[in-house]
């Protein structure tokens, strides 16, 4: 395993590039031989459940400021599984540049390798502009859980300004492309065509194989009783989207929730893996 810990000034923005890389053992287990933190971002290899790795992203700095330029990757190669979680909610702020920041995610799964990428949630505070990208690249027979929440705004105060664009490829073929964007500046973002009222946004991503044979159906999720939405759209491919709007993080939170329990069978992303791994762990005790 390699760490290190590094990161550019602050003046002009911080300058950071976080890698984490697993592999499958050979034992049915998964070693990570990268973890390599940077900046604002240090990488801790977590408990976790099953025969997967987990790591956890834990906050060294406040960031991101305006002017920060940030990147994150994680490459899970063929038969490995990987859970990245974050100890908190990323919290955009303004900087002393003027110039937005910038966050860069690039993720790549292998073949019969699994991600579960569940991160809190993104928080555009009053006067922050954030520039978000994900490009994610899928082998065939890859399987992904992706977990993307915006909260606008802390209590209390109007949102910063948060575009978020999420790519992803499956075995060199374009699954998804979406972009989104919020807050002042950006044409008709609190109308009734896009957010309104709510301040929370959130989306799951499940991509799976097994989804080829079954494809989910289109669904309305039933309403959060604090009043937010979900909406699960098979996509043209073995993966199926839910977009959620919701008046705060909690209710985001557990309208995302609901989902994974009705797209998943155990809920958590944890038995989206290939099916001789999933019969081991019924006749194994839980590590």
């Known amino acids: 395993m390699t760490a290190a810990v590094t990161g550019g000034s602050r003046?002009?923005?911080?300058?950071?590039?976080?890698?984490?890389?697993?592999?499958?053992?050979?034992?049915?287990?998964?070693?990570l031989p990268v973890l390599a933190g940077d900046g604002p971002f240090a990488l801790?290899?977590?408990?976790?459940?099953?025969?997967?790795?987990?790591?956890?992203v834990i906050g060294a700095m406040s960031?991101?400021?305006?002017?920060?330029?940030?990147?994150?990757?994680?490459?899970?190669?063929?038969?490995?599984?990987?859970?990245?979680?974050?100890?908190?909610?990323t919290i955009s702020l303004p900087g002393t540049s003027g110039e937005p920041a910038t966050y860069d995610v690039r993720l790549v799964v292998g073949q019969d390798a699994v991600l579960r990428w569940l991160p809190e949630q993104v928080i555009a505070a009053a006067g922050s502009d954030l520039r978000?990208?994900?490009?994610?690249?899928?082998?065939a027979g890859a399987r992904l859980v992706y977990r993307d929440e915006q909260v606008?705004?802390?209590?209390?105060?109007?949102?910063?300004?948060l575009t978020t664009r999420l790519t992803v490829h499956r075995a060199g073929e374009l699954l998804l492309d979406q972009e989104l964007s919020f807050g002042p500046g950006v044409p008709g973002w609190d109308g009734p065509a896009v957010v309104h009222r709510y301040r929370a946004v959130g989306q799951l991503l499940v991509v799976s194989p097994d989804f080829a044979h079954e494809p989910p159906a289109a669904a309305l999720l039933a309403?959060?009783?604090?009043?937010g939405q979900a909406v699960s759209t098979p996509l043209a491919g073995p993966a199926v989207?839910?977009?959620?709007?919701a008046p705060d993080a909690l209710c985001l939170r557990?309208?995302?929730?609901?989902?994974?329990?009705t797209v998943l069978p155990n809920g958590d992303g944890s038995g989206a893996h290939h099916p001789q791994t999933a019969a081991a762990e019924r006749v194994s005790v839980a590590r």
């Open 11 to 31: 003046a002009g923005g911080v300058g950071a590039a976080a890698r984490i890389a697993a592999v499958a053992d050979g034992c049915g287990g998964t070693v």
């Open 44 to 56: 801790r290899r977590t408990r976790a459940t099953g025969r997967g790795a987990q790591v956890t």
């Open 63 to 89: 960031a991101p400021l305006g002017g920060d330029r940030l990147e994150l990757s994680a490459e899970v190669g063929a038969g490995a599984e990987l859970t990245v979680t974050s100890a908190a909610a």
């Open 132 to 139: 978000m990208t994900t490009r994610v690249e899928l082998a």
């Open 152 to 161: 606008l705004g802390r209590a209390g105060e109007r949102p910063g300004r």
């Open 223 to 227: 309403a959060d009783p604090d009043g």
């Open 241 to 245: 989207l839910v977009t959620a709007v």
């Open 254 to 261: 557990r309208l995302l929730d609901k989902a994974m329990r």
